[in-house]
């Protein structure tokens, strides 16, 4: 499999748009905008495009009256972001973990949010509400 290196968080996310289904390069530009807040332009996506159709990642379709293309990962390309979500995940993963805390009654991981609560004279951190009140009920036994 070629090397292809994704060295931007609009490319990464525009491969992650294609695992959702076949859309065509302006689409791609509107939602990679609408969830990174950065305008990205024709000349970051369609170059991607043409790498990672180079790269045998991508089937093209046109389609319609101004002939359009639809850009689709085949299996490769399926392939190939499986192998870049595994390897990102868990760079995600280590980034967050320092920022989680675990549930002082279910043991879930909490990110951001939660529910601290003193009990027994101790400030406790629970996911959720319902949780402090089944620890505080069994607790009481």
Do not use: W
Not at 3 to 21: H, I, P
């Amino acid at each position: 499999m070629a090397k292809t290196k994704l060295t931007s968080m609009a490319k990464f996310y525009t491969v992650l748009l294609l695992g959702e289904g076949p859309k065509h390069g302006y689409e791609l530009m509107h939602r990679v905008q609408e969830k990174l807040g950065e305008r990205t332009g024709p000349g970051i996506i369609y170059p991607l495009l043409a790498k990672l159709k180079r790269a045998g990642y991508l089937d093209v379709k046109e389609r319609g009256n101004r002939d359009k293309k639809k850009y689709a990962l085949n299996v490769k390309g399926k392939e190939f972001l499986a192998g870049m979500v595994a390897r990102f995940g868990s760079l995600f993963e280590i980034a967050i973990e320092p920022k989680l805390t675990v549930c002082a009654h279910c043991g879930c991981k909490v990110y951001e949010g939660g529910h601290t609560e003193a009990i027994g004279g101790k400030k406790l951190r629970f996911c959720c509400c319902h949780c402090a009140k089944s620890y505080r009920e069994t607790a009481h036994r």
